[in-house]
Structure formats: structure tokens, C-alpha cells
């Protein structure tokens, strides 16, 4: 069975800090891979995916994400943070069809 | 822009009561899933859909039905509602054209059972 681990159930960074938010998942498997971020009070929003090729992937607002097949591991980073990326981070694993498999979620608190 | 709307976004209901969330989506995506969230399960799938008229059940149906009367529309149904239904619940459309099916959300609708 397929699962998506996110060890960091929060996160505190000072504004203009660099981060990263850890993920590890189970499949057996070619995952599609994917990291949404939730506002308050709002939907999840798609910030990046991965499904193929070049194993960095660029997303929205300056985040990207590394896919390691050998670590099982996709974990997001961005170079500075800004107090307005406050928010929790989802990682999530498709198996196809229906089958999407959502992480914990990881809190990530920008202090200023 | 993709957009889901959800109805309503806040709602009151009593034990035992009938409670019907809606959901619109004009993406024009085949697919549509409804999600409750709580604190420590992440987001855990109710229902989907492949279609209007279809249904499916997905990880924690019991309690819940939907019903898809239209590519559009997409509603989860709690017949007898309880209290272990009170949670946020989220509806999302599914794109699967580039292969990846990404999902766009609803923002919620926090639903509290007395």
C-alpha cells in the first residue's frame, strides 16, 4: 500500500531564512508526486508535481522540490522565505485513479 | 482559472438531521471527489466521481452519500447526521489531461453537528 510521510508537523523559520519541509513515501510504483499549500481558511492550492524527467522541479513563488528515487523522498525547499508563505504544506502521492494519498500536512510558521 | 465552489461555507446541524453540501465546478473536469479534513488525518476521501450519474465510494463512506446530476455539480448527502461528522469538508475537480491529475479545491465547508 502506498503512503506519504511528512516527519515535521511544524516548522519555524525567521523571514528571509532558507527552508525545507521533508517528505518520504512509499510506493512500489512511478509516483506522481505533487506539494499543495492551505491558507487559513482556503482550499489546497497546487504549488508543484512531479511525475517524470529532470528530478528538480520548479514551482510557484519561488518553491521547487527535489525527487530522490533511491531516498524515496520529495522534499520542497525554497531559498528565503517570506512571512506570507505562512501556511501548511501538504505532500501528496498519486497512484493513479482515484488513489491520491495525502501527507499529514506540515505547518510552517515564518517568524519576523 | 480553474474554479470550485463549495455551498455553504459554514453550517449548523443537529443529530439526526439531513445535511446536503454542494459543489460547482467549471473546469469541466470529468472527475470530482469530496475530502473531509481533521486535525491529524490529513484529508481522507468520501466520495468521487467520474461523471454525471456516477458515484463511487472512497476510503470512509459510511454515513455519506453523493450524488452527480451534472458535469457541474457534485453533492455529499449526510442523511442522519452525528457528531463524528462534524469536520471541514473539501470538494475538488480532477484534471488528468497531462497525465498527473491535479486537483482544485473548494475552500471548505466547516460543518458543525450538535
Known amino acids: 500500500a502506498q503512503s506519504v510521510t511528512q516527519p515535521d508537523a511544524r516548522v519555524t523559520v525567521s523571514e528571509g531564512a532558507s527552508l525545507q519541509l521533508r517528505c518520504k513515501y512509499s510506493?512500489?510504483?512511478?509516483?506522481?508526486l505533487f506539494w499543495y499549500v492551505q491558507y487559513p481558511r482556503q482550499g489546497l492550492q497546487l504549488l508543484l508535481k512531479?511525475?517524470?524527467?529532470?528530478?528538480v522541479v520548479q514551482g510557484v513563488n519561488g518553491f521547487e522540490a527535489e525527487f530522490s528515487k533511491s531516498n524515496s523522498s520529495f522534499h520542497l525547499r525554497k531559498a528565503s522565505v517570506h512571512w506570507s508563505d505562512s501556511a501548511v504544506y501538504f505532500c501528496v502521492l498519486s497512484a493513479g485513479g482515484y488513489k491520491v494519498v495525502f501527507g499529514s500536512g506540515t505547518r510552517l510558521l515564518v517568524s519576523p | 482559472e480553474a474554479a470550485v465552489t463549495q455551498s455553504p461555507r459554514n453550517k449548523v446541524a443537529v443529530t439526526g438531521g439531513k445535511v446536503t453540501l454542494s459543489c460547482n465546478q467549471t473546469?469541466?473536469?470529468?472527475?470530482m471527489y469530496w475530502y473531509r479534513q481533521d486535525t491529524g488525518h490529513g484529508l481522507r476521501l468520501i466520495h468521487y466521481?467520474?461523471?454525471?450519474?456516477?458515484?463511487e465510494k472512497g476510503d470512509i463512506p459510511d454515513g455519506y452519500k453523493a450524488s452527480r446530476p451534472s458535469q457541474e455539480n457534485f453533492s455529499l448527502i449526510l442523511e442522519l447526521a452525528t457528531p463524528s461528522q462534524t469536520s471541514v469538508y473539501f470538494c475538488?475537480?480532477?484534471?488528468?489531461?497531462?497525465?498527473?491529475?491535479?486537483?482544485?479545491f473548494g475552500s471548505g465547508t466547516r460543518l458543525t453537528v450538535l
Open positions: 512531479y511525475y517524470s524527467g529532470d528530478p
Open positions: 475538488a475537480s480532477g484534471d488528468a489531461r497531462t497525465g498527473a491529475e491535479t486537483l482544485y
Open positions: 473546469n469541466n473536469h470529468n472527475n
Open positions: 510506493y512500489s510504483g512511478t509516483p506522481y
Open positions: 466521481s467520474y461523471g454525471a450519474g456516477s458515484t
